[in-house]
């Protein structure tokens, strides 16, 4: 295991690695009788690329749900910032710096890809509702200033050709394109990337995971993301937390999750009693 | 041999040209390139500064005289600058296709010995470091875009800004020795090297002097009236000739601004934005905007496609009439430009050709259907006939005397003549000097008087002087009762249907002629939809009865066409077959710049090609193919084989008399 | 006959100002259906209750006076102030805010997620409520209302008209003042729109929820801010139309004219909007004059909803309706 001091640790391709930005401490979540997730606690690094995987049905997208502030765990505590983190509406969740895309893409499909993108920035925009009525300078120069940066990330994401096409009307790798970008768009201290290579063919996966590197290595964004392909997540993350039935069942390294027997158990279907 | 023409008040070379531009209109714009969404743009007198300051950067990393600089990436002002920075620093800039496999590169790159090499991406670098093992001279690597290569060995890795910022900061150290380096050039001194794709064997390096580019540039910018307020939009690939003489050549001589697309992807909205005033493009590009434009007025309102059609019908029948300054009555004139008023002006615009004055296509044959739509909206397109080792220029349509099936008369300065056996040579100021550790083909394509072999068939047409080109020299062959066989011709006719992308036509020393066809996925994938056809992958759809039905008729169609041509008219397709693959330079069938390769298909084809002519139905063949990435794999079909009604040759000949 | 060509010009000016004015109703209709999928039938009554309010707060009426009398034996009906007219329309502005706070609080923020046809209903029942307590607010008494826009004929076009046609058009300076005012409105709302953070945001809404919740939008603030732009929408059209024909129940009737117009231009287009209360303004003014006569008159009742019908058979998305493209 990597050295796990509070401040951090050294990747072996010598990125380095911060303290800790989001912590999920016992954390349980019941849909009626049915739990979703039994008493899991993990943490997320500030700069990593951290993997939630296991098979379908084992509560990632629920657990993927509570980070975002759309399901509220009945039991346990979310820690952000080093602060415990009071009950949220999503919205508000999203204006803290957490941003997030869907597994079934949620964009919106009559406008502009360059309009989709614009919307990330909205945290960061802040002349209120008069001002941009009113006071046309102000909101005017804060529209460009944000149009500049969204501009960097489609040049980035390589998504310039389709600036001005209503979102609709794009094929879906490129859809999940733009939902990355838009994403991308709020600057978030956390990306919460909901199984990002869903529905992809070869090629489309090995374009995503190098955006994921590449958006990590530039921007230095910290990067949770769901996977149930266990393969593209291997190479793609620094730690990973293995789930099944609601339960954490392992949590680190690449390598030290393959080796895990239980991990090895859920994967290869072993019955569970 | 004629005696060499010499440099106009001193401009002996190409950055010789860019001090006189940053002199002379040093505020005027050379280079705009789109990033992040926006125009940005450099004067004359800044572009001079990124090439001084990357010169000297150059010279600080040991740039000698005469060594290669390998230039890979997309059009963007910064390889241009490299090229002439690279010649300023005395050394010889070889532009490269950028998607060229590593191997490609790899002979190229060990050929020329490059010392240096300036490219684009993560993608280039990786490309070179794969094959670094083998290529013991290449010392330095520079790129543009930083993505990706943060974590890569700098040792001899540079960034582009950093090279530029050093030299900016040994000025001092090295400004005596890069203004003696400029001083040093001269007319004879080599310009750049640029190698030919070829379609049989290795590329060769093809080295083109000052004279050679700066002689073709004045000439054609002469014929063609060009001037320093032309726009043009530069997309065709850097390593080609074409792109060398039309965003250098010509753009420095005649101090033009060159634009440069945001992506190849973006490349018509850009071409919108800018409005170019002159204009290349191959007849591919041309074929994919007119079937763009087909199938958009097939979603029309039935209003829209009606006037559509009524003013194309007018347009046909008066606009090139108009263009050339021939008579046209008033009242076709007003309906004319009624017609502009309301479809070809917001067609133009939607082309990104409304502000073109000279247009040029070359490389292929281009439809007639084609040619005559662009000019009957008014724009002044025409054809050149030309060759890297030509510094491109052999022939040239003038104003007024343009046609789809000649390429012109011959440019000024440029001598042509047709040997006994039907090859083009010529002669003249563009010629190139050698190519590059080869004296054997330069000895074979040039002989001592400075006559060029084109290994291209033709004549010159009686009455109005044009050159007319058949085919390769080397394709056209003989069928087996000895009559002449042109391939290139029939596949041309074939490939004037936009339903047809690629076609490849046998005969020789055969009875009969007989092709391979691919059809145009977006083209008949659009039929396709408009008929409730359903198919999941363009192997599907070339089976599809109802598409070989469809290209039945194109075929026999071709063949009436070609029973007019009494030189040609045996040359009827008798049968032919859909392949089940799309030709592709990563399979190698074809050249980068989309030429067939014949030999390759038939070897590889060899089942295929032996059926057509054994009178089978069908046959069940297995291909290999190469993915994007590089990875194998192989696909199986079984093809129909078709024969095609062909016009009798008696009849023929009947209606010919 | 040219006389007949001069009058028809009249007409037609007339008539692409009445237009306008169901163009501005029609708007405030889109805009709420666009940013929340609710077809706001309402709308009329909000832009008789703006006016009304508009009126009671000008002659410093006491609101609730009737209820307070009859309950507590008083008789006190006015303050015995007048308020002036751009300080009463920002305050009838911030009655319509909270009006718009008040509907989405104790309505439309239980019925997230119900059919539209639910929400509808809804919107009817808000409609009978509004009437009544506007009523019971301001009284029902039947009021002037005069903000100081100009009114009368216009001099100017009377007298241009009648140099070149030997007939002086007649145009209502009211009109003028309304068509310029509705124009103005109708750009800001499409630059409010398109280019700024809550104009995104409100589109975003009306696409996704989901996705508007991940970008850190509040949906209730959008839905209030909606509302409330229908309100100050409602509030110039009423202060048009009562300073036209008086404050009365009338009033809300106009939005029976504006729902034609939604079929023409299209239930989500702000453009639409625009040309399709033009087209229907003209239309029934044009249709009036020319075939009126023969059929014996009051043609303007009917020619919108007969106009619309065909709009439904033939083109139901509207002229500038969104073509439903969906790929798989």
Redesign the interface.
């Known amino acids: 295991m990597n050295d796990m001091s509070p401040d951090g640790y050294t990747t072996e391709?010598?990125r380095s690695i911060g303290p800790v930005v989001m912590e999920m401490r016992n954390i349980t979540l019941r849909f009626g009788g049915v739990v979703a997730i039994k008493d899991i606690s993990f943490d997320i690094r500030e700069g990593e690329i951290r993997a939630i995987i296991g098979p379908n049905g084992a509560g990632k997208s629920s657990m993927l749900n509570v980070i975002?502030g759309?399901y509220k765990p009945q039991e346990g505590e979310v820690w952000y910032m080093g602060e415990k983190r009071p009950a949220m509406?999503?919205?508000?969740v999203?204006?803290q710096g957490i941003?997030?895309t869907?597994q079934n893409i949620?964009?919106?499909?009559?406008?502009s890809v360059l309009?989709n993108v614009?919307?990330?920035?909205?945290?960061h925009?802040s002349?209120g509702?008069f001002a941009?009525?009113i006071w046309k300078g102000r909101?005017e120069r804060?529209?460009v200033e944000n149009?500049?940066r969204v501009?960097?990330i489609?040049?980035?994401l390589?998504i310039?050709?389709i600036?001005?096409t209503p979102v609709?009307?794009?094929?879906y790798g490129l859809k999940k394109r733009v939902e990355l970008a838009?994403?991308l768009a709020?600057e978030p201290s956390i990306l919460l990337l909901d199984e990002p290579m869903a529905g992809m063919n070869v090629?489309e996966k090995?374009d995503m995971s190098?955006f994921i590197?590449?958006l990590n290595?530039?921007f230095g964004t910290t990067i949770a993301l769901i996977e149930h392909d266990m393969g593209v997540v291997m190479d793609l993350s620094d730690r990973v937390v293995v789930m099944d039935y609601g339960k954490k069942i392992g949590d680190g390294s690449p390598d030290e999750v393959r080796r895990n027997q239980d991990v090895i158990d859920a994967y290869l279907g072993v019955a569970h009693d | 041999m004629a005696q060499p023409s010499q440099a106009t008040d001193g401009m002996d070379s190409v950055p010789a040209l860019l001090q006189r531009n940053a002199t002379r209109f040093g505020g005027k714009p050379a280079y705009r390139e789109k990033e992040f969404g926006i125009w940005q743009s450099w004067t004359w007198a800044e572009a001079e500064a990124e090439i001084e300051a990357l010169a000297l950067g150059l010279l600080n990393l040991g740039v000698e005289t005469g060594d290669f600089v390998a230039i890979i990436g997309r059009n963007r002002p910064h390889f241009y600058w490299a090229m002439v920075a690279a010649q300023s620093a005395g050394a010889i800039p070889v532009p490269l296709y950028q998607d060229a496999a590593a191997e490609e590169m790899a002979y190229v790159m060990d050929h020329c010995g490059a010392r240096y090499a300036i490219v684009e991406d993560q993608e280039q670098v990786d490309k070179l470091i794969e094959v670094q093992e083998g290529l013991h001279q290449l010392e330095h690597m520079i790129y543009v875009d930083p993505r990706g290569l943060r974590k890569y060995d700098h040792s001899k890795l540079h960034r582009f800004i950093d090279i530029q910022q050093q030299g900016r900061a040994a000025r001092h150290e090295f400004i005596d020795t890069l203004k003696a380096r400029r001083e040093k050039l001269n007319y004879d001194s080599v310009c750049v090297m640029l190698y030919t794709s070829g379609t049989t064997g290795k590329p060769k390096g093809v080295v083109l002097s000052n004279r050679n580019i700066i002689e073709a540039s004045k000439s054609s910018a002469d014929f063609d009236h060009l001037s320093r307020d032309e726009e043009v939009l530069a997309y065709l690939p850097m390593a080609w000739v074409g792109d060398f003489i039309f965003s250098i050549g010509q753009a420095y001589w005649c101090g033009f601004c060159v634009n440069c697309p945001e992506s190849p992807e973006t490349m018509q909205t850009d071409l919108r934005e800018i409005g170019p005033t002159y204009y290349f493009a191959p007849p591919r590009v041309f074929e994919t905007q007119l079937t763009n434009v087909m199938i958009r007025m097939e979603d029309a309102t039935r209003l829209k496609k009606a006037l559509f059609d009524h003013f194309m019908a007018l347009a046909r029948r008066v606009g090139p009439a108009i263009l050339d300054g021939h008579a046209v009555s008033g009242m076709d004139r007003v309906r004319y430009a009624l017609g502009h008023a309301l479809i070809y002006g917001p067609l133009k615009d939607t082309l990104g050709l409304s502000r073109v004055r000279v247009g040029y296509t070359a490389g292929e044959a281009i439809g007639p259907e084609i040619f005559d739509f662009y000019r009957s909206l008014g724009i002044n397109l025409k054809q050149l006939y030309g060759q890297t080792e030509a510094s491109v220029f052999i022939t040239l349509q003038p104003d007024g005397e343009v046609r789809s099936d000649t390429v012109g008369v011959p440019a000024p300065g440029v001598e042509v003549r047709i040997d006994p056996n039907g090859e083009v040579y010529y002669r003249g100021p563009g010629v190139f000097e050698y190519y590059y550790k080869n004296a054997e083909s330069t000895a074979k394509t040039k002989d001592e008087d400075g006559w060029v072999a084109t290994g291209d068939a033709g004549f010159f047409e009686e009455g109005s002087g044009h050159l007319r080109i058949i085919d390769r020299a080397k394709d056209v062959g003989k069928m087996a009762d000895g009559r002449m066989f042109a391939p290139k011709y029939v596949e041309n006719k074939l490939k004037f249907y936009p339903n047809i992308l690629e076609a490849v036509v046998f005969g020789n020393d055969q009875e009969i002629c007989a092709a391979f066809l691919n059809i145009d996925l977006t083209a008949v994938g659009n039929w396709a939809e408009r008929n409730n056809i359903g198919y999941a992958s363009y192997q599907e759809l070339a089976g599809h009865p109802k598409v070989l039905d469809m290209i039945q008729d194109h075929v026999e169609e071709a063949n009436r066409s070609l029973s007019q041509d009494p030189m040609l008219a045996h040359c009827q397709v008798h049968r032919f077959l859909v392949l089940h693959k799309e030709l592709d330079a990563d399979d190698g069938e074809m050249t980068r710049t989309r030429k067939v390769r014949r030999n390759v298909i038939s070897e590889k084809f060899g089942d295929l090609v032996t059926a057509l002519y054994d009178g089978s139905r069908e046959i069940h063949t297995t291909t290999e193919v190469t993915y994007e990435d590089g990875r194998k794999g192989s696909i199986s079909a079984t093809l129909q084989i078709r024969d095609a009604a062909v016009v009798p040759l008696e009849t023929a000949k009947a209606a010919a008399e | 006959m040219p006389d007949q060509l001069v009058w028809g010009m009249e007409v037609f000016l007339n008539g692409l100002m009445t237009g306008v004015l169901y163009s501005l109703v029609a708007l405030g209709f889109v805009l709420i259906y666009k940013a929340s999928g609710i077809f706001n039938f309402s709308q009329g009554v909000l832009a008789l209750f703006a006016a009304m309010t508009l009126v009671g707060i000008m002659e410093g009426r006491v609101p609730f006076s009737h209820l307070i009398n009859a309950t507590f034996g008083t008789d006190i009906h006015n303050f015995g102030w007048n308020v002036p007219a751009f300080a009463a329309i920002l305050l009838t502005m911030a009655v319509m805010v909270a009006l718009a706070w008040a509907v989405n609080q104790f309505i439309f923020r239980h019925l997230v997620g119900q059919e539209p046809i639910i929400l509808f209903m809804a919107t009817i029942g808000l409609a009978y409520f509004l009437e009544g307590f506007g009523d019971m607010m301001w009284g029902s008494d039947i009021k002037n209302l005069d903000v100081g826009l100009p009114q009368g004929i216009n001099a100017t076009i009377d007298e241009v008209t009648y140099e070149i046609f030997g007939y002086g058009f007649f145009i209502d300076n009211l009109d003028l003042a309304a068509t310029l005012v509705a124009v103005l409105l109708v750009i800001a709302l499409v630059l409010f729109a398109q280019y700024t953070k809550y104009g995104r945001a409100m589109r975003a809404v009306a696409d996704d929820h989901q996705a508007a919740l991940s970008v850190g939008i509040s949906l209730k603030f959008i839905w209030i801010m909606v509302w409330s732009l229908a309100g100050f929408v409602a509030l110039v059209a009423g202060i048009m139309w009562g300073t036209k024909s008086g404050v009365q129940f009338s009033l809300s009737l106009i939005a029976l004219k504006a729902l034609p117009v939604l079929m023409l231009g299209g239930f989500t287009s702000i453009p639409g909007a625009i040309v399709g209360g033009l087209i229907i303004g003209v239309g029934e003014k044009m249709f009036e004059f020319l075939v009126g006569p023969m059929v014996g008159g009051a043609t303007e009742n009917w020619f919108a909803y007969v106009l619309a019908l065909l709009f439904l058979v033939f083109r139901p998305q509207g002229l500038f309706g969104e073509k439903i493209i969906e790929r798989v």
Do not use: N, V
């Not at chain 1, 509406?89 to 508000?92: A, D, E, L, M, S």
């Not at chain 1, 614009?118 to 945290?123: D, E, K």
């Open positions: 391709d010598g975002s759309f509406k999503p919205y508000q999203a204006q941003a997030r869907f949620a964009l919106f499909d009559g406008m309009d614009m919307t990330g920035r909205i945290r925009m002349s509702l941009q009525a909101a804060e529209e149009r500049a501009e960097r489609i040049d980035f390589e310039q050709h600036r001005k609709g009307r794009l094929p838009r994403a709020a090629e090995e190098r590197l590449d290595d530039e």
